[in-house]
């Protein structure tokens, strides 16, 4: 892999920002729902630091829309969605687990209520879309599943606002955190959330016609150098510090929101009805077996983990590192791990398999890192 370039076909989809990200310098993709996503342009560590004091301008096309539409689909929203739906008003955003009949994930979207008979699930690296209309096929119902022109942009950074000011108006301020408001723009109506994959504040801005997706990046860079505007991309470090999962790496089709610790975001205790509510339920009573946790592992610092790493007791495997990277700011390296429950504790102890041998490793909750970081800004 390592010197090795992915091959272009159909397949692999560019964006409508690509050609603006290539010009920016992009180093790194990877490939989620079937299309390119940055992952480095400068290096790790110099995109963090960029991101966490100034502003950044991500390709994140690759959150595809899942929309469901019609009569029914209200109803459809709330069957797939272990978040709880039923009073969902438009204009806001819910992070919402997606569950197969047996509890297991099948993605991690953000659902959005764009009318009471109109939703887009934005998608984590999985095909939702199959999931949603096999449903509506199966039991008949009066809905549209469809994967629309959609591709969000994101301003990530602590002068993301003050940005888009700048290039939408006043109102931009206006708008609370998971909710979105209609702004315009060459003669269309686009989607802006107070939303993004960073713990650094922005927006993504919902881009409904690809023909307009040179038009806007230039038109958002051009408002960009009293802000040091860069593009960036989702960032591993950021990510790791600030405890956001990724669905794919950190929780898979093997595991359940228990197991991952989204069950605040699981309907479980109220008359709402959703597929795999009932094994979630019944997981619940008998209780989990492994569960992700967080991890700081000693000796030097570790580059990005790519393959999960085996976690030891000192005699058996006790579970896998699914993330992990140095972070400069902790001066540590930090990562995910999903344990077997007898270590899943806070101040465990165990040792994690590297390419450089055997470290020690303390098992912490995954919100310890932001917290750790606050204590000590
Ligand atoms: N934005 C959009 N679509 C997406 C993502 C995104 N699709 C894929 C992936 N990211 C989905 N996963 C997440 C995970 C966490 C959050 C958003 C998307 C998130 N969580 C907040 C937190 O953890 O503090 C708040 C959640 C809440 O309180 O409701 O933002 O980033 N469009």
């Given at each position: 892999?390592?010197?090795?370039?992915?091959?272009?076909?159909?397949?692999?989809?560019?964006?409508?920002?690509?050609?603006?990200?290539?010009?920016?310098?992009?180093?790194?993709?990877?490939?989620?729902?079937?299309?390119?996503?940055?992952?480095?342009?400068?290096?790790?560590?110099?995109?963090?630091?960029?991101?966490?004091?100034?502003?950044?301008?991500?390709?994140?096309?690759?959150?595809?829309?899942?929309?469901?539409?019609?009569?029914?689909?209200?109803?459809?929203?709330?069957?797939?969605?272990?978040?709880?739906?039923?009073?969902?008003?438009?204009?806001?955003?819910?992070?919402?687990?997606i569950t197969n009949?047996n509890?297991h994930l099948l993605n991690?979207?953000?659902?959005?209520?764009?009318?009471?008979?109109?939703?887009?699930?934005?998608?984590?690296?999985g095909?939702?879309?199959?999931?949603?209309?096999?449903?509506?096929?199966?039991?008949?119902?009066?809905?549209?599943?469809?994967?629309?022109?959609?591709?969000?942009?994101?301003?990530?950074?602590?002068?993301?606002?003050?940005?888009?000011?700048?290039?939408?108006?006043?109102?931009?301020?206006?708008?609370?955190?998971?909710?979105?408001?209609?702004?315009?723009?060459?003669?269309?109506?686009?989607?802006?959330?107070?939303?993004?994959?960073?713990?650094?504040?922005?927006?993504?801005?919902?881009?409904?016609?690809?023909?307009?997706?040179?038009?806007?990046?230039?038109?958002?860079?051009?408002?960009?150098?009293?802000?040091?505007?860069?593009?960036?991309?989702?960032?591993?470090?950021?990510?790791?510090?600030?405890?956001?999962?990724?669905y794919g790496?950190?929780m898979t089709n093997d595991d359940t929101?228990?197991?991952?610790?989204?069950?605040?975001?699981?309907?479980?205790?109220?008359?709402?009805?959703?597929?795999?509510?009932?094994?979630?339920?019944?997981?619940?009573?008998?209780?989990?077996?492994?569960?992700?946790?967080?991890?700081?592992?000693?000796?030097?610092?570790?580059?990005?983990?790519?393959?999960?790493?085996?976690?030891?007791?000192?005699?058996?495997?006790?579970?896998?590192?699914?993330?992990?990277?140095?972070?400069?700011?902790?001066?540590?390296?930090?990562?995910?791990?999903?344990?077997?429950?007898?270590?899943?504790?806070?101040?465990?102890?165990?040792?994690?398999?590297?390419?450089?041998?055997?470290?020690?490793?303390?098992?912490?909750?995954?919100?310890?890192?932001?917290?750790?970081?606050?204590?000590?800004?």
């Open positions: 892999m390592a010197d090795a370039t992915l091959f272009p076909t159909r397949r692999l989809r560019a964006t409508p920002f690509t050609a603006r990200v290539e010009a920016a310098g992009v180093s790194n993709y990877t490939v989620y729902n079937h299309m390119l996503l940055p992952t480095v342009f400068k290096s790790l560590e110099e995109d963090y630091a960029h991101l966490k004091q100034y502003t950044q301008i991500w390709d994140v096309s690759a959150e595809r829309q899942v929309q469901i539409a019609g009569p029914d689909a209200h109803r459809l929203a709330c069957m797939i969605s272990a978040r709880d739906l039923r009073n969902a008003q438009p204009g806001r955003c819910y992070y919402a687990p009949a509890g991690d979207p953000v659902a959005l209520c764009i009318a009471p008979d109109k939703f887009w699930f934005s998608i984590a690296d095909d939702l879309l199959l999931w949603a209309a096999g449903l509506a096929q199966g039991l008949n119902l009066d809905v549209t599943v469809t994967e629309p022109d959609i591709s969000p942009l994101a301003i990530q950074g602590p002068l993301a606002e003050d940005l888009l000011v700048d290039v939408f108006g006043e109102d931009i301020r206006a708008i609370k955190f998971f909710r979105f408001t209609a702004f315009p723009f060459m003669g269309r109506m686009l989607n802006i959330a107070r939303s993004g994959w960073s713990k650094q504040g922005g927006f993504e801005i919902y881009l409904d016609d690809s023909n307009l997706g040179l038009a806007l990046w230039d038109a958002i860079t051009a408002k960009g150098a009293p802000y040091n505007l860069r593009a960036g991309c989702p960032n591993l470090i950021e990510r790791l510090e600030s405890g956001l999962l990724g790496n950190d929101p228990l197991e991952i610790g989204l069950e605040k975001y699981c309907a479980l205790d109220s008359d709402a009805d959703f597929i795999g509510k009932d094994a979630l339920l019944r997981q619940r009573d008998t209780g989990i077996e492994k569960k992700l946790m967080g991890l700081t592992i000693d000796g030097s610092p570790m580059g990005p983990v790519s393959m999960p790493l085996d976690c030891k007791d000192g005699i058996s495997k006790v579970g896998l590192v699914t993330s992990g990277v140095f972070s400069p700011d902790l001066n540590s390296n930090i990562g995910f791990a999903m344990l077997d429950i007898s270590v899943a504790q806070t101040g465990s102890m165990i040792e994690v398999e590297t390419q450089s041998g055997l470290h020690k490793a303390e098992v912490c909750k995954i919100s310890d890192f932001e917290a750790r970081l606050k204590a000590t800004a």
